[in-house]
């Protein structure tokens, strides 16, 4: 998989929202937080917006990253580097 791009951060983000989608104990937390029911993630999983979101809520433990990274077999950067790369996911400059 190229690592850079659109087509890298829509795949990573949707694995990550398969990881979720398998993690009994984390997925009401995403659910809750998120204000999304499952029927919703399943129609937003090709929205970008929505996957950005799921990255977001990912990138807020790292131990959820870890976690999802081994078991995608991913680097532990690829999220952030995935999150970057989908519309509206350029870090702010607070300078």
Do not use: H
Request: hydrophobic share 45%; proline share 6%; charged share 25%.
């Amino acid at each position: 998989m190229k690592q850079a791009g659109p087509e890298f951060a829509e795949t990573v983000a949707v694995m990550a929202l398969g990881w979720l989608a398998g993690k009994d104990e984390l997925l009401p937390i995403f659910l809750g937080a998120t204000g999304t029911s499952l029927a919703e993630m399943r129609e937003r999983a090709d929205d970008p917006a929505f996957l950005r979101g799921v990255l977001d809520f990912v990138l807020m433990d790292d131990e959820w990253v870890r976690a999802f990274c081994d078991s995608a077999e991913l680097a532990y950067d690829a999220p952030m580097r995935a999150r970057q790369s989908l519309p509206g996911g350029a870090e702010p400059n607070w300078t």
